[in-house]
T-cell receptor, first 111, second 116 residues
Framework: GQQVMQIPQYQHVQEGEDFTTYCNSS?????IQWYKQRPGGHPVFLIQ?????EVKKQKRLTFQFGEAKKNSSLHITATQTTDVGTYFC???????????FGTGTRLTIIP | DTGVSQDPRHKITKRGQNVTFRCDPI?????LYWYRQTLGQGPEFLTY????????KSRLLSDRFSAERPKGSFSTLEIQRTEQGDSAMYLC??????????????FGPGTRLTVL
């Protein structure tokens, strides 16, 4: 079955440093979504990418979808304490609405 | 507040007992999903509905698990003869499906199940 892996599993950064998490799927995806889950909270939708090579920005967050639609990345510039949480990518296959979540990257910020 | 509510928020039960969870999605959403999440892992898909029809069920879901959405609004997830391995957070999500492309899912706060 489809597997979605993320690296790194954990990332500790000083406040103000940049952060990147990478997402890799074992199969080609029709689209990919990113979610953020704060400690003790539930996943909250951030963005969806559909097109090969697509890049989207939300303030300090930049999302990319690979040309082969098998990988994606999330980059945060100048991290803030509010960025703390676990970031999940989640992909769907063509003709299937089921979201397969990645393993997640847990970000902690050192003030 | 995403608008998806789940009840109860916490459930402690003894092994072998049956439990039922309820999810109330955002009112205009036609799709409803159930996921299970264990500590340090991403949500794992269990099943989903479009209106009252159950469209897909994970192969990982044993016969002890059953879900319903009888009127296309709220949904229930029942686990029969609970086992310690069922201990997890059970998340419900809903979305508005209006075209061929998946849409963002809005998650509820989850029901944390502990099986003793």
């Amino acid at each position: 079955g489809q597997q979605v892996m993320q690296i790194p599993q954990y990332q500790h950064v000083q406040e103000g440093e940049d952060f990147t998490t990478y997402c890799n799927s074992s199969t080609t995806l029709s689209n990919i979504q990113w979610y953020k889950q704060r400690p003790g909270g539930h996943p909250v939708f951030l963005i969806q990418l559909v097109k090969s090579g697509e890049v989207k920005k939300q303030k300090r967050l930049t999302f990319q979808f690979g040309e082969a639609k098998k990988n994606s990345s999330l980059h945060i510039t100048a991290t803030q304490t509010t960025d703390v949480g676990t970031y999940f990518c989640a992909g769907t296959n063509f003709g299937n609405e089921k979201l397969t979540f990645g393993t997640g990257t847990r970000l902690t910020i050192i003030p | 507040d995403t608008g998806v509510s789940q009840d109860p928020r916490h459930k402690i039960t003894k092994r072998g007992q049956n439990v039922t969870f309820r999810c109330d999605p955002i009112s205009e959403h036609n799709r409803l999903y159930w996921y299970r999440q264990t500590l340090g892992q991403g949500p794992e898909f269990l099943t989903y509905f479009q209106n009252e029809a159950q469209l897909e069920k994970s192969r990982l879901l044993s016969d002890r698990f059953s879900a319903e959405r009888p009127k296309g609004s709220f949904s229930t997830l029942e686990i029969q003869r609970t086992e310690q391995g069922d201990s997890a957070m059970y998340l419900c999500a809903s979305s508005l499906f209006a075209s061929s492309e998946p849409h963002e899912q809005f998650f509820g706060p989850g029901t944390r199940l502990t099986v003793l």
